[in-house]
């Protein structure tokens, strides 16, 4: 008698698929496909959940969930950020400090039950302290969520001209306040550079540039699927980032945006990750701390002023996207994983 075709399911709510998790989701799937095994898709049905003999979850109640109304499934997480350490920093005092044990306690535990851990930087992997078990394995993929555009095909004297951008939400941590003053020093020096801000938070945005005199900064809302087409309209971009963990260990997919569109990449040594995929490229900005206006403005005016031809960018840009951000390149990875797991032990 064949052997019966295992199957997996994704156990999470539609909500949490978004323009950042969908492509990574996706990888995913697709390497558990290539390595045969069948999907039964996203849900939460529990019924389908106690079908599947492998079950992805890429957030720590879902996860325990499914732990619990099926405790001999294989469990492949995604860890997509330090949930403990986010609550603890989004919710003060008593409130903070308990959601911040509890959710230690739910990382804990996905550590130690699940087969494949996916996270998308070393960083965080030692965070976590992660050990590869007897029969546990680890993968590091980086957050992405775009394919290399055509950049070649830009306006030869696209970065000539100096036209800056930051896409993305107005919370402290993303520094936007130290972009715009970094791009105030650029005006300073180029009058004629630009300066446009993608977020939903339209007031709050124009509210600081009026605060910081900057009355002639754009600021729009875009939606995620004009974002890419978007941006081919710039020639610098912002990604500047505090010292603090939780920069320390993520890969935001806002650098694949920027670099898939062309945009050169401004950024900081506290996204250690990002810093290192960047170092690939001559065609970035990198600095100590978003601070440092003055030096960032003395990168972007000498940048400007070579003039680089954008094939010379594409070319540049297409070794990290080939390196990182190859989903072919990943699903392997995942699929090679999966197949070496024993799922004998693990029937419902």
């Not at 804990?108 to 965070?127: C, D, E, P, T, Y």
């Not at 004297?157 to 936007?176: D, E, F, L």
Request: net charge positive; aromatic share 10%; with cysteine.
């Amino acid at each position: 008698m064949p052997n019966k075709r295992r199957s997996f399911c994704v156990y999470c709510k539609a909500v949490e698929v978004n323009d950042a998790t969908f492509r990574y989701l996706e990888v995913i799937r697709g390497g558990l496909q290539d390595a045969g095994l069948r999907d039964l898709g996203l849900t939460q049905d529990k019924r389908i959940l106690r079908q599947a003999d492998l079950v992805v979850t890429i957030s720590c109640l879902p996860a325990m969930r499914a732990l619990a109304l099926h405790p001999r499934a294989i469990i492949v997480h995604w860890f997509q950020g330090l949930e403990a350490v986010e609550r603890r920093f989004l919710h003060k005092g008593f409130r903070g400090w308990w959601r911040w044990v509890l959710w230690t306690l739910m990382e804990r535990v996905l550590l130690r039950r699940a087969r494949l851990k996916l996270f998308v930087s070393q960083q965080m992997r030692n965070f976590f302290g992660d050990i590869e078990r007897s029969g546990q394995f680890s993968l590091i993929i980086p957050c992405y969520n775009v394919d290399l555009g055509d950049i070649a095909a830009s306006d030869p004297n696209r970065y000539r001209r100096i036209h800056m951008v930051y896409a993305g939400s107005m919370y402290p941590w993303q520094c936007v306040r130290e972009s715009l003053q970094a791009y105030k020093v650029v005006r300073q020096r180029r009058p004629d550079a630009s300066m446009t801000i993608f977020t939903r938070e339209v007031d709050y945005a124009r509210q600081m540039c009026q605060d910081m005199g900057l009355e002639s900064v754009r600021v729009e809302t875009v939606s995620p699927a004009q974002l890419l087409e978007r941006l081919k309209e710039f020639s610098f971009g912002f990604i500047l980032r505090d010292v603090m963990v939780i920069n320390e260990v993520s890969t935001p997919t806002k650098f694949s945006s920027y670099i898939g569109a062309g945009v050169i990449p401004i950024m900081t040594k506290a996204t250690p990750a990002l810093a290192s995929m960047a170092s690939m490229t001559p065609f970035q900005i990198t600095v100590q701390t978003p601070a440092e206006a003055n030096l960032i403005a003395q990168d972007v005016l000498k940048i400007s002023d070579s003039s680089p031809v954008p094939e010379m960018i594409a070319n540049s840009y297409q070794k990290i996207f080939q390196t990182y951000f190859d989903d072919s390149l990943n699903r392997k990875k995942i699929s090679k994983i999966i197949s070496n797991i024993n799922f004998i032990n693990h029937t419902k």
